[in-house]
């Protein structure tokens, strides 16, 4: 590790543990949203596509602790990259909270500056959202949008046959990262995805990352988190049925937000 350590702004920078050629690669950037969607793809993808470590993001706005994950401590926000055997070079960013609203602008100009240097191509975020009064109908995929930043990603996405996020609201990091790439003319695709908005959506994941398999052309198999939706599912079903005569009727109002 060389420790070479690169200030983008004043409250947030990115920590090179090692140099790496991304020339060209493809950046998820995972931070939480509803249904932790980001997360969970984010997390998948590291494992699935045997990704290591080669960076952190470091603040002294982030939480004051430590991710120790298999006797290693690790930073809240971290980067993964690797070389895929097809010659494609994926970065995933990943985090386990979810910035402050005075973050979130830092945390993208950081990323966007990174991307550049690095001369990456593309830059994908995925998010989760709640369609206001939708009911969980239970299939076994959840429905997937996405909204590119330049003229040329959405052509691609249509070309894919990808449905495209056409009116509402994006917050939040996914957001932020969308306006500077259509600002500074590069590639940035945000994820739609129907989550629930009240456990992790492991089955909305699954259909982000099939989005992102689709979009760069690499093989991805998510029946793993298919398997880890339906059991998380059923605990709740059980749940739920055991704790319907104790809760009252009443049902809280839903968000009507997007990200």
């Known amino acids: 590790m060389d420790g070479d350590v690169k200030l983008h702004n004043e409250s947030v920078k990115i920590i090179d543990f090692e140099k790496m050629d991304l020339t060209g ?4 950037a995972g931070f939480p949203s509803i249904g932790l969607v980001s997360t969970i793809a984010a997390n998948y993808l590291i494992d699935a596509l045997n990704l290591k470590q080669v960076g952190a993001l470091n603040s002294d706005d982030f939480p004051a602790l430590s991710v120790v994950h298999t006797g290693e401590p690790l ?3 971290r980067i993964y990259a690797g070389e895929q ?10 985090s386990e909270f979810k910035p402050k609203p005075h973050l979130i602008n830092s945390i993208s100009q950081t990323i966007m ?35 590119g ?34 600002q500074a003319d590069f590639n940035v695709v945000s994820i739609l995805t129907e989550a629930h908005p009240k456990y992790p959506d492991a089955r909305a994941a699954a259909a982000a990352i099939n989005v992102i398999a689709s979009i760069i052309d690499v093989d991805i198999n998510v029946s793993p988190l298919y398997e880890e939706s339906e059991r998380i599912e059923q605990k709740l079903q059980k749940f739920h049925q055991q704790a319907k005569p104790m809760v009252s009727t009443n049902r809280a109002p839903q968000p009507n937000m997007y990200g």
């Open 75 to 77: 930073s809240p926000v």
């Open 113 to 147: 500056q990174w991307v550049n240097d690095k001369k990456c191509d593309l830059l994908i975020s995925p998010e989760g959202m709640v369609v206001e009064g939708k009911e969980d109908s239970g299939n076994i995929s959840a429905e997937a949008f996405a909204i």
């Open 25 to 28: 690669a493809t950046v998820i």
């Open 85 to 94: 055997p097809s010659g494609h070079k994926i970065v995933v960013f990943v």
């Open 149 to 182: 930043s330049t003229i040329n990603i959405r052509q691609t996405l249509s070309m894919k046959n990808i449905a495209q996020f056409k009116n509402g609201i994006i917050a939040g990091v996914s957001g932020v990262l969308l306006n500077k790439g259509k």
